[in-house]
């Protein structure tokens, strides 16, 4: 696939010239913003908690109010749809100063807590994900993520941060499920195919990456340091504006597993050749000693253990065929990637599932035509739901 990245320097979050370089970003690549005209257009910073804007943790409040400015001025109605994985949308909110902007624009909050399923077959593992109702009624996402390092995926950038669409307590459920770096990555990947392909109605997803004041270091949160950067990028490709950003500040992208992955699927643009880069060369920025995170190779050492399959039969639901439904027509057996079904046993008029097998991936749900599988939860799951309360 080829792809468009439009690269800006940008040296201060000052609105005008925020909304001066988004203008033209977004003619680069081609987006007339008059198409905003009479749109349902979401939103998505990155707001992963509640920070002050220049801890860097955060996209920066000015990026996003010249986001919604702009789509206002064009005649499009923003909503913002954002789910914090740490803390209560209010209290982000006002500790980011956020709850200012919101109020001043009357940009409309989405409820995250109010979802619709979305389904494509064809993603690799994981077919199915909870997404809030607001990206159901959209025409056009804009993607705003800030430009960090992170201790899982190496970066967290445009591909990343669509993940802050799942309401905060599952996306800590999704963590459980694919626990190791290589099934996140993939997770990852299969949730944005999902997000392309997966809507009744096709989305236009235009991202555009706040790296004015990137982080380095332990990102993706108060352990890293912030780094001047002093761009603005913009795509309509995820993979394509995180593979430009992970190369503007030096990083090799075989460290970078989603964007490994995303190659060898053929996901988004990758490489340079797929790549048209316009506006600013990547090599007149001139960033050296961008620190990268330390921990990433050790994830899964780190997370013991949460990674384990005893602890995720604990915490996160499982599929349960139900008795009186289930007409053992096994095709839930057929589509189990895991291999984690088999055949009734005796008198049970049931299949059988491992759950050290299982993967969650809830395939077998969609595909029963009894509807005879329900979502039976962890023994001890209440008490992740408490605690992400
Ligand atoms: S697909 Fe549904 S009806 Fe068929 S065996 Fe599996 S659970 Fe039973
Ligand atoms: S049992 Fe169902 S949810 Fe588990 S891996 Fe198989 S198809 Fe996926």
New binding site residues.
């Given amino acids: 696939m080829n792809a468009t990245v439009s690269l800006l320097k940008c040296d201060h979050y000052d609105l005008y010239e925020i909304k001066e370089k988004i203008l033209k970003g977004l003619s680069l690549l081609g987006f007339d913003p008059s198409d905003f005209r009479n749109k349902k257009v979401v939103i998505k910073p990155n707001l992963l908690k509640g920070s002050l804007p220049e801890k860097a943790i955060i996209t920066h409040p000015e990026v996003f109010r010249a986001v919604v400015q702009l789509v206002k001025e064009y005649g499009g109605g923003p909503v913002m749809v954002e789910s914090p994985a740490l803390g209560a949308l209010e209290k982000v909110l006002g500790k980011t100063g956020y709850d200012h902007i919101l109020k001043q624009e009357n940009c409309q909050v989405a409820d995250t807590r109010v979802t619709a399923p979305i389904f494509y077959s064809k993603a690799e593992i994981y077919k199915r994900f909870e997404l809030p109702k607001a990206l159901f009624n959209a025409d056009i996402i804009i993607n705003l993520p800030k430009f960090k390092t992170h201790g899982i995926t190496y970066i967290t950038g445009a591909v990343k941060n669509l993940f802050g669409f799942i309401h905060s307590l599952n996306k800590s459920k999704w963590h459980l499920k694919a626990s190791t770096q290589n099934e996140f990555a993939n997770f990852l990947l299969d949730y944005y195919e999902t997000l392309l392909n997966g809507f009744p109605k096709p989305k236009i997803f235009l991202h555009i990456m706040d790296a004015i004041i990137a982080m380095e270091g332990e990102g993706p949160g108060s352990s890293g340091d912030p780094r001047k950067v002093g761009a603005l990028l913009f795509s309509h490709d995820a993979v394509s504006i995180d593979s430009i950003a992970a190369r503007l500040v030096g990083f090799d992208i075989d460290r970078i597993k989603p964007l490994c992955f995303a190659k060898s699927r053929g996901i988004g643009a990758v490489s340079l050749d797929e790549i048209h880069i316009k506006g600013d060369p990547v090599n007149s920025f001139n960033i050296i000693n961008f620190t990268p995170p330390s921990i990433t190779n050790r994830f899964g050492m780190l997370h013991w253990p949460y990674n384990t399959k005893f602890f995720k039969n604990l915490f996160t639901e499982k599929?349960a065929p139900v008795l009186g439904k289930c007409s053992l027509c096994y095709q839930?057996e057929s589509?189990?990637?895991?291999g984690?079904?088999t055949r009734a046993k005796g008198k049970t008029r049931l299949p059988s599932?491992d759950y050290n097998d299982?993967?969650?991936?809830?395939?077998?749900m969609e595909i029963c035509p009894e509807g005879a599988i329900e979502q039976k939860k962890g023994k001890l799951q209440w008490l992740l739901d408490f605690c992400c309360k």
């Fill in positions: 599929p839930c589509i189990c990637p895991a984690a079904i599932y299982c993967i969650r991936c809830l395939c077998c």
